[in-house]
C-alpha cells in the first residue's frame, strides 16, 4: 500500500482527505510542515499532498526545502489549495510541484488523480533506474579496463568502495559534517569512487606493472595520474549534463593522494581545501595499500594498519575522519574476502 502525506494546518481539510485515502492508500495526516519533516526522516511517502498558506512554514517554502535534498527531492508534491490564480500555478510549477487539487475537493476525484500521478511516478522511477543501471554498468567497465592493466592491483577498486561505504556509514550515525553529505546521493557516489584511479589510463604498462620499487623518476610519471583523472572525468562532465556522479568522481580522482597537512599530491592543499571525498579516499586507498602484496613489500596486518593510519593522524589524514576509522577499522578487515 502506498503512502501518502496530507500537510494542512485546517483540521477539518486533514480530515476529509484522510477519510478520502485511508483503505486506498497509507495516510499520515499532519498538522504543519514541521511535523512532516520530522515524520520524513523515519517514513519517505510515495507522495505529498501540501497546502499551500500554513503558518510558519508555507507550502512554498516546505518544498523547497524537499527539493534541496538529495534524498526527498524526488518526492512528488501535489499542492492542495483554495487559491486557483495563475500566478500561483506558475510559482508552484517552478519549485516542482506536480499538479494542484482545489480545496474544497471531491474524494473520487482526488483517489484519481493521486493514482495517475502514482502510476506516472512509477514509470519515471524505472526508466531512470535503468538508466541509473546503465550508466554504473558503463562506468563499471571502464573502471575494470584501466584495472585490468594494472596486474599488481587486482581487486584494489572494489575494496576501496567497499571500505568507502564503511566510513561514509559511520559519517552518517556520528553527525560529523551532516550538512554537507545530506545532500550526497550514495547510490551516485560509491559508484563514481571507481573512478578515483582512471587517470593510471596514461600511465605506462611498464611503470603499472614494474616487478620492483619505482626509482624517482618512475614515482614522479606515476603520481600524474591523479591530476589526470580528474581532467577526464571533467572532460566528459563538459560534454553531458552532469547529476552529481561526474562532480564526485572528478573530486575522487583528483584528491585522493592529497594529504592532511599539504604535502600530497598534485595540488599541495591541505586540511578542509582537500574535498571530504579526497580525504574519505585517503584512508580507505591507503589502508588497500598497507594491507595488500606488492612487489617491494609483503602485505601488512590489518592491526598494522590501522596503527599506521591512526599514526597518520593530523599528517596525512584528517583526524575527525581517523577517529570514524577507528570505530569501524573492524569492518575493514572482513568487508572483502581476498
Same mark, same amino acid.
Given at each position: ?5 496530507v ?7 486533514l ?5 478520502? /485515502? ?5 495516510t ?21 499532498? /501540501? ?26 508534491v501535489i499542492?492542495?489549495?483554495l ?5 500561483t500555478e506558475i510559482q508552484?510549477?517552478?519549485l516542482?510541484?506536480?499538479?494542484f487539487i482545489n480545496k ?6 482526488l ?83 571507481? /573512478? ?7 600511465i605506462?604498462?611498464?611503470i ?6 619505482l626509482?624517482?623518476e ?16 571533467k ?7 552532469d547529476?552529481?556522479f ?15 597537512d ?5 595540488y ?13 579516499m585517503?584512508?580507505a ?38 577517529e ?6 573492524d ?8
Amino acid at each position: 500500500m502506498k503512502t501518502i502525506f496530507v500537510v494542512d494546518d485546517n483540521d477539518t481539510n486533514l480530515l476529509a482527505a484522510k477519510n478520502a /485515502l485511508d483503505g486506498t492508500y497509507k495516510t499520515f495526516a499532519l498538522p504543519s510542515a514541521a511535523r512532516m519533516f520530522k515524520l520524513v526522516e523515519k517514513i519517505t511517502p510515495d507522495l505529498i499532498l /501540501l497546502d499551500i498558506e500554513m503558518p510558519e512554514m508555507s507550502g512554498f517554502d516546505a518544498i523547497t526545502v524537499l527539493k534541496s535534498d538529495n534524498r526527498l527531492k524526488d518526492i512528488p508534491v501535489i499542492f492542495l489549495t483554495l487559491k486557483n490564480d495563475e500566478e500561483t500555478e506558475i510559482q508552484g510549477f517552478k519549485l516542482g510541484a506536480i499538479d494542484f487539487i482545489n480545496k474544497p475537493f471531491s474524494a473520487p476525484v482526488l483517489i484519481r488523480r493521486l493514482e495517475t500521478h502514482i502510476d506516472i511516478n512509477k514509470i519515471v522511477k524505472q526508466s531512470q533506474q535503468t538508466i541509473r543501471d546503465l550508466h554504473n554498468a558503463t562506468i563499471s567497465v571502464i573502471a575494470d579496463m584501466v584495472e585490468n592493466r594494472d596486474h599488481i592491483t587486482g581487486g584494489h577498486i572494489e575494496r576501496t568502495q567497499a571500505y568507502l561505504k564503511i566510513l561514509l556509514d559511520e559519517l552518517v550515525i556520528s553527525g560529523i559534517y551532516a550538512k554537507e553529505i545530506k545532500h550526497w546521493d550514495t547510490s551516485l557516489l560509491l559508484p563514481s569512487a571507481q /573512478l578515483h584511479d582512471v587517470g593510471k589510463i596514461i600511465i605506462s604498462d611498464l611503470i603499472l606493472n614494474k616487478p620492483g620499487k619505482l626509482t624517482d623518476e618512475e614515482f614522479f610519471l606515476m603520481k600524474e595520474h591523479s591530476a589526470e583523472g580528474e581532467r577526464i572525468v571533467k572532460a566528459i562532465s563538459a560534454k553531458v549534463k552532469d547529476d552529481g556522479f561526474l562532480t564526485h568522481a572528478a573530486a575522487f580522482a583528483g584528491y585522493h593522494h592529497e594529504k592532511w597537512d599539504g604535502s600530497g599530491y598534485p595540488y599541495a592543499i591541505k586540511g578542509t581545501e582537500i574535498p571530504l571525498e579526497g580525504r574519505l579516499m585517503a584512508i580507505a586507498d591507503v589502508y588497500d595499500a598497507l594491507v595488500s602484496e606488492r612487489p617491494y613489500k609483503k602485505p601488512f596486518s590489518h592491526e598494522k594498519a590501522v596503527e599506521i593510519i591512526k599514526e597518520g593522524s593530523g599528517s596525512h589524514f584528517e583526524p575527525a575522519l581517523v577517529e570514524i576509522f577507528a570505530k569501524v577499522s573492524d569492518d575493514f578487515r572482513t568487508a572483502i574476502i581476498r
